[in-house]
């Protein structure tokens, strides 16, 4: 099984609500990123997770907050977003560091 | 920092052709590289992990080869399909210590006709 799973599908948010995405993987990888990928543009990391610790941060807004609870599951908390935020937000994770990465299907995030 | 380019950016041929896509990138210090596909809206499929210490690697129609010191990959796709049309894009991984990095090219948009 090389899923990863991500909830909710869609979200509609407005600028001032707090909203978490989930993703969720059960393949024992240790490892765990979120990365934000705005239309016909690549993925760009946001962060990375290892072993439960944040291991990089690419300057990303405070407004988004990662959370890795455990090492199966990883949240990213949203609060006072901008219309710019508006994007596919991908989860993906791997066994170890730079092996093989599996992406989960995206979170549509449209702030309104 | 790391540039990763696509070429072409958008390609059409029709279905049995035989196909090339290539990815070049600027720093050689990368770790692994892998193949994904994308469709539509959808997530990323991986489709082959090459690493640093294979020169091919090979799944099903396709092939894919890496070529470190001249920083260029290729994916072949053979005998090409209608549902191979999606947008297939390489990602460098670059291990920094604590971490590793995907760091994905530009993309390129495959269609193939009937």
């Known amino acids: 099984d090389t899923e990863v799973t991500q909830t909710p599908k869609h979200l509609v948010m407005g600028m001032t609500n707090k909203k978490s995405l989930k993703c969720e993987q059960h393949?024992?990888?240790?490892?765990m990123y979120w990365y934000k990928q705005k239309a016909k543009k690549p993925p760009e990391l946001m962060f990375v997770?290892?072993?439960?610790?944040?291991?990089i941060n690419e300057s990303v807004p405070s407004r988004f907050s990662p959370e890795c609870p455990n090492s199966s599951l990883l949240n990213l908390h949203l609060h006072a977003l901008q219309p710019e935020d508006s994007a596919l937000y991908l989860c993906?994770?791997?066994?170890?560091?730079?092996?093989?990465?599996?992406f989960g299907q995206g979170t549509r995030l449209t702030v309104v | 920092k790391q540039e990763v380019t696509q070429i072409p950016a958008a390609l059409s041929v029709p279905e049995g052709e035989n196909l090339v896509l290539n990815c070049s990138f600027t720093?050689?210090?990368?770790?692994?590289l892998q193949w994904f596909r994308q469709d539509p809206g959808k997530g990323l499929t991986s489709l082959l992990l090459?690493?640093?210490?294979?020169r091919e690697q090979t799944s099903g129609r396709l092939n894919a080869s890496l070529d470190k010191s001249s920083g260029r990959s290729t994916l072949y796709i053979a005998a090409s399909q209608p549902g191979d049309s999606a947008t297939y894009l390489c990602?460098?991984?670059?291990?920094?210590?604590?971490?590793?990095?995907?760091?994905f090219g530009t993309g390129t948009r495959l269609q193939v006709t009937l």
């Open positions: 993906a994770s791997s066994q170890f560091l730079a092996t093989e990465a599996f």
């Open positions: 393949m024992g990888h240790r490892a």
């Open positions: 997770y290892s072993y439960e610790k944040l291991s």
């Open positions: 720093d050689s210090a990368i770790y692994n």
């Open positions: 090459i690493q640093s210490s294979q």
């Open positions: 990602a460098v991984i670059r291990y920094t210590g604590t971490a590793s990095k995907l760091t």
